[in-house]
């Protein structure tokens, strides 16, 4: 081949001419075959433009406790009860009731946000209390009905409320309410206590010691009365032989009666106990009574001296006021001479305890009397007696 002759290109392409060391700058793509994504379009916060203002409010304003104006604000918001806004306001002022103050507070909180004017319409229900404030002056008149029939100075009133209510109470007051708020339970009770002061008669509130305590059950705004029993100290002496101190049950049948205690369920018919306390049941007008004595004495033995100290306890007296020397003379003459007290005076529970823990000192009397022996019983001692080797020696 001659070097004039131009050259014959190759029947193969050259593939030299498609070599790029480049990547990606070719027309194929390895993600042709893959199905293109699209980009997700980001969610935007879904805001209700027609929300009321006080819904825009709970989400984008932080909330403080009362007695701020905002923590007012909110109180207001969810709805809770004149009685509780001024519990929870912190605004309260001396000789003002809570729901006079709670009033106070929702007219200024409405004079700022007009639109929180029916709060309390729409949300019904108080989330603090749950409406028992619209029951205090209903349990106010339901108590005093109950203890009409009961003589008395002092009245203590209590509540019984679920423990999840109280607990789900104080979590929302401590987040919300101002500090040093009255809790729930004894919140209720100070408005009862304002609703039935102005009706008692000469019965006061208290909160220690009473004779009444009035215990409310807030799930069935019922009323419990717990009467307190009316203690008397005195002394008795027993002149009578075969007289137990206290009851004593029937050994055969336990108390139950039977033929044998002829249906009474008592071992011996009498008893210091039933001569003291059956006389004063019906001056009290009390269900039952228990004795307490310093002590006590046999059966067969009488008590005399200056006495046995004691304390009768009348349970659930609906009269306190009796004329005790009256009431001791009747006892006395009742007795016909088994027993008689004297000193019969009122007391108290303290008195029991002292009267049980102190040791009770007695002496005894023996007496004796010595009858002159007969010719045969003088002629038996002195009669001269035969002994035996064998009685000798087992005495010696």
């Not at 030299?16 to 893959?34: P, R, V």
């Not at 009467?227 to 336990?254: D, V």
């Not at 249906?263 to 210091?272: E, R």
């Not at 008689?340 to 007496?367: C, H, M, Q």
Request: aromatic residues 6%; charged residues 30%.
């Amino acid at each position: 081949m001659s070097n004039d002759t131009p050259d014959k290109p190759d029947e193969d392409e050259d593939w030299m001419k498609y070599a790029n060391a480049g990547f990606g700058e070719t027309d194929y793509s390895l993600w042709d075959d893959q199905p293109a994504e699209q980009d997700e379009a980001e969610e935007e916060p879904d805001f209700d433009l027609n929300s009321t203002p006080n819904q825009l409010g709970t989400h984008m304003e932080e909330i403080p406790r009362a007695p701020s104006p905002a923590g007012h604000k909110h109180l207001v918001r969810i709805g809770t009860c004149d009685h509780c806004l001024g519990r929870l306001g912190g605004k309260k002022r001396y000789e003002q009731t809570i729901a006079e103050s709670g009033a106070e507070i929702r007219a200024s909180v409405v004079q700022r946000d007009s639109h929180l004017e029916n709060a309390r319409t729409e949300i019904p229900l108080c989330p603090f209390c749950e409406n028992l404030y619209e029951e205090a002056d209903l349990l106010a008149d339901i108590i005093h009905d109950a203890i009409q029939p009961y003589e008395a100075t002092r009245l203590q009133l209590g509540a019984r409320i679920p423990k999840d209510q109280i607990a789900a109470e104080e979590e929302l007051r401590k987040r919300l309410g101002a500090g040093g708020s009255d809790a729930l339970k004894s919140g209720l009770v100070t408005e009862i206590a304002r609703n039935l002061n102005d009706r008692l008669d000469g019965k006061k509130l208290v909160n220690d010691k009473p004779q009444i305590l009035a215990l409310i059950d807030v799930l069935t705004l019922t009323v419990e009365l717990d009467i307190r029993a009316h203690y008397l100290y005195g002394r008795y002496q027993k002149l009578e032989r075969g007289i137990p101190q206290t009851r004593w049950p029937c050994r055969a049948c336990k108390g139950r009666g039977c033929e044998k205690c002829e249906g009474t369920g008592l071992q011996y018919k009498k008893s210091v106990q039933d001569l003291i306390g059956n006389p004063l049941l019906g001056l009290f007008e009390a269900k039952e009574h228990a004795f307490h004595g310093m002590g006590r004495e046999d059966i067969d033995v009488r008590c005399l001296g200056q006495g046995r100290p004691f304390v009768i306890e009348m349970k659930e007296p609906k009269i306190r006021t009796v004329d005790l020397d009256a009431a001791m003379k009747s006892i006395n003459e009742l007795a016909e001479g088994s027993i008689k007290i004297t000193g019969l005076r009122s007391s108290n529970r303290s008195e029991v305890v002292r009267v049980k823990d102190t040791p009770a000192e007695k002496s005894y009397t023996i007496r004796f009397r010595v009858m002159p022996l007969s010719e045969a019983e003088h002629a038996v001692l002195t009669a001269p007696v035969d002994l035996t080797h064998v009685d000798v020696q087992d005495r010696g």
